[in-house]
T-cell receptor, first 114, second 116 residues
């Protein structure tokens, strides 16, 4: 069975500071991993995805995430936060064996202080 | 229009009403999804359609009834809902749900539903 845990329902950073959003997964088969972002009053938008190629994945808006199998983690980072990054971020996991089984985490709301 | 659109964006209904949510995708995809997003809970998959055939019903109560007349349109018919059904209902589409391991889902903006 798969699951995904996002540590911290709320994260607050200052503008220009490092953003680190944590995601740990559990999967009995090698997974695909995703980060989605949801801005207020909008649907989810894909930031990046890991599909067993390079372990460091670069996404849109300067975000990147690193797949660490030994730690079963897929944390999302951005070197310098911008006010426009304030949103809710969702980590998701899906098996690479085909079929629809994407599981979403509970989400982490990112606040950016001026 | 481009992407995935949903109407209405907001809906208030009583428990005895019947209403429908509409989703349309302009991406040429073959799979469409309904999700429920409640406060402080993970996104819950409700239904999946692939090439107009329902492939997933995630134990959703029968007061929610999906309809997929073609690969571009998806409806969610609502009747005799409960206040706990109040949530944001998101529609998504992807190329093919059978390959969803790598298949990116594109989401609509959602319908904010309030059941009184």
């Amino acid at each position: 069975a798969q699951s995904v845990t996002q540590l911290g329902s709320h994260v607050s950073v200052s503008e220009g500071a490092l953003v680190l959003l944590r995601c740990n997964y559990s999967s009995s088969v090698p997974p695909y991993l995703f980060w989605y972002v949801q801005y207020p009053n909008q649907g989810l938008q894909l930031l990046l995805k890991y599909t067993s190629a390079a372990t460091l994945v670069k996404g849109i808006n300067g975000f990147e995430a690193e797949f660490k199998k030994s730690e079963t983690s897929f944390h999302l980072t951005k070197p310098s936060a911008h006010m426009s990054d304030a949103a809710e971020y969702f980590c998701a996991v899906s098996p690479n064996t085909g079929g629809f089984k994407t599981i979403f985490g509970a989400g982490t709301r990112l606040f950016v202080k001026a | 229009e481009t992407g995935v659109t949903q109407t209405p964006r907001h809906l208030v209904m009583g428990m005895t009403n019947k209403k429908s949510l509409k989703c349309e995708q302009h991406l040429g995809h073959n799979a469409m999804y309904w999700y429920k997003q409640s406060a402080k809970k993970p996104l819950e998959l409700m239904f999946v359609y692939n090439f107009k055939e329902q492939t997933e019903n995630n134990s959703v109560p029968s007061r929610f009834s999906p309809e997929c007349p073609n690969s571009s349109h998806l409806f969610l018919h609502l009747h005799t809902l409960q206040p706990e059904d109040s949530a944001l209902y998101l529609c998504a589409s992807s190329q093919d749900s059978r390959t969803s391991g790598t298949d990116t889902q594109y989401f609509g903006p959602g319908t904010r539903l309030t059941v009184l």
